[in-house]
């Protein structure tokens, strides 16, 4: 397998991000941007069949992999998010390059695109189209929620014996097969005195105080201009319901959805079928 190179990206704001990348230089830059609790692991099937193609850069999100952690008292919210990628985007001197998001990395990518219409080439959506939205119905209990742990609070980490042990208990929470996990889990550890311990920030689990409404979303999504392309599982994702994704999709011009049988990682599920559908040229509408 292709090993990549890793690149250290300081931001203005002290925050420094992490980068995995495959490819040329001179290649046209495909960012790649990973799932919530992910890593640039996420990428390490998919990225070695795109790298003839592309200079693909795998970013490690706040307080994900080997990202920096934001500082006490900080919150993980979808717009800061989007405001760190386009910090390191800039940081990288990427004037134009096509974007490819899974799952809270497609979230993000969606708003990033619709940020900034002009610097996408191509967007590439894996199981998400804009973030986690809000009906009201949940609205209040979230807030609360959210903010009832102490400014600045971090839940201690469980320490594994060994990698595997790790490896287990990621397969065991998100159904992931051993053998497709273990590049997330062996990126996504530290090893302490005791054993392992996850890298990425604890308050990654808090709930958000406040999310976007869907009305506000799909305001959003009107704005990407980009030739897109929705990859979906089927069975859909609970989360992600048919009716939601299709009705987000009319907002977004010209978008081709595609399905394919499989679960919410379908890039390490099916790299060489997720590689096929991003090598299909844009549609001519």
Known sequence: ???????????????????????????PPLLALHGWLDNAGSFALLAPLLAKHWRVIALELPGHGHSGHLPAGSTYHYLDYVSAV???????????????????????????????????????????????GDDGSHTLQRFRDAYAAKSGEKTAKRVFANIDQAIGARTLASGLRADLARPIVERGLVQV?????????????????????????????????????????SPFTPYLPTALMQARATRVGGIAITYLEGGHHLHLEHPDAVAAWLMVPPSKT
Do not use: N
């Not at 090993?3 to 990206?9: L, T």
């Not at 005195?193 to 996850?198: T, V």
């Not at 958000?208 to 599982?233: F, M, N």
């Open 1 to 27: 397998m292709t090993k990549p190179i890793e690149e250290c990206i300081p931001l203005r704001s002290h925050l420094t991000l992490t980068a995995q990348i495959w490819g040329p230089p001179d290649a």
């Open 86 to 132: 386009l910090t390191a985007v800039d940081a990288m001197h990427l004037e134009r390059y096509s974007l490819l998001g899974h799952s809270l990395g497609a979230g993000i990518g969606s708003l990033v695109a619709a940020a900034r219409p002009a610097c996408i080439e191509r967007l590439f959506l894996i199981e998400g189209l804009g973030p986690l």
């Open 193 to 233: 005195e005791d054993g392992w311990r996850w890298r990425s920030d604890s308050r990654l689990t808090r709930p958000s105080p406040v999310r976007l409404a869907e009305s506000q979303i799909g305001a959003l999504l009107s704005g990407i201009e980009a030739p897109t392309s929705l990859l979906l599982a």
